[in-house]
């Protein structure tokens, strides 16, 4: 099943998605979180959770996990996404 | 914007820096370089915070990873805050390896009158724990582990987890 949702959820950024209105956002993991960077064809962050959360490499992450779109953190899911958009999970901080 | 060969200058508006240095923080020179940029500027109190690695649980340094852009807003939002007290923060932190007896971490206040810097050295260095995008890493046996227990979740963490 997660694969599944994986599969046709993960897209490659190109113009070709552009030109046919598919919106495209990238998702980077930040710190400790050891996974590369994901490209999604996804409307908000709604549809981000659930696909995260069919990712078991996450399941320790989601529930400590910051959200940030464009370098802003965030408190909602609601927000609408927009194409080139950048979406970053920032886990517990520790500076100093 | 100043860049020199040892350090990234991250941030500079007025008086205010935000540096980052890889490995471990020169403390003598930056604290040094800190005075000498103010001391005709007319601030009364000049208060630093220098951030030391401690010798405990076995560690043998700590290793930092930052991110930048969100650490820049940050910054400035605490730099316009300082500003509307007339005061100026000064802040260097390091990325990758700093070793036992080194420091990771100053910051600074100016102010005309020591009670602002005083107060505003300590909520900085409280918000800059719990809000700045660091993550912290013990150095131990060759490993870096990342020090989750003594890290704060930032404000609104946990929204993708719940969500159907």
Known sequence: ?96 | MEIKSHYFLLFAEADAVLNLYDGALDVPIILKDWYEEEATSNYGAYIPFVGTVRSEDGIDGLSFDIYEPILESWFKAWQEKAKSKGAVIKMAHSRGNVMLHESSYIASVFSPKRRVALEFIEEFVEDFKASAPIWKYDLKDGKRIYALERSTALAGSGILSGAK
């Open chain 1, 1 to 96: 099943m997660s694969k599944i949702i994986h599969d046709l959820t993960y897209l490659r950024y190109n113009s070709t998605n552009n030109k046919e209105g598919i919106l495209m956002v990238r998702v980077e993991f930040l710190g400790p979180i050891q996974k590369e960077a994901l490209e999604l064809n996804i409307n908000n962050l709604n549809e981000l959770a659930t696909v995260l959360q069919e990712d078991t490499e996450l399941t320790q992450w989601l529930n400590n996990c910051a959200v940030a779109v464009n370098d802003t953190l965030v408190s909602s899911l609601e927000a609408p996404l927009k194409d080139g958009d950048k979406i970053s999970l920032l886990p517990p901080v520790c500076g100093g």
